[in-house]
C-alpha cells in the first residue's frame, strides 16, 4: 500500500526511517527505502493512517508555470469636442448676466 517517492530531478530518495510526511498528514512518515508505507507518527505517538486515503505527496506534483504577466494598457479616452465650447459658452452668457445686474443697479 506504499506511495513511491516524488523525488524530482536528480534528488536521491531518502535513507530508510521515519522522515517528514509528503503527504502532510502527520509530523512523520515511515519510509521504507522504496516507497512511504502507512506508519505514521506524531511526536512520540505511532499509528497507521487512516486507509482510504491516498493522495500524491507534495513532491509529486506536476507544476505547470503561469502564464507571464502581459502589461496593462490604458482605455482610449475620447476628447469631447463639445467641452470647451460650452465652458467658453458658459462664461459669455455669465458676464452677459453680470453685466446686464450692473446695468440696472446703476439706473442706467
Not at 534528488?11 to 512511504?36: M, Y
Not at 502564464?67 to 467641452?83: E, H
Request: net charge negative.
Amino acid at each position: 500500500m506504499g506511495e513511491t517517492a516524488g523525488t524530482e530531478g536528480d534528488e536521491p530518495a531518502p535513507e530508510p526511517g521515519w522522515q517528514h510526511d509528503p503527504f502532510e498528514r502527520h509530523a512523520q512518515r515511515w519510509w521504507n527505502g522504496t516507497s512511504w508505507t502507512e506508519r505514521v507518527r506524531d511526536g512520540e505517538l505511532a499509528g497507521i493512517d487512516p486507509p482510504g486515503i491516498h493522495t500524491a505527496p507534495r513532491g509529486a506534483s506536476t507544476h505547470v508555470p503561469a502564464d507571464g504577466i502581459t502589461p496593462a494598457t490604458r482605455p482610449v479616452r475620447w476628447k469631447s469636442t463639445r467641452l470647451p465650447a460650452m465652458i467658453a459658452v458658459s462664461v459669455v452668457v455669465l458676464v452677459a448676466i453680470v453685466a446686464l445686474i450692473a446695468v440696472v443697479a446703476l439706473g442706467g
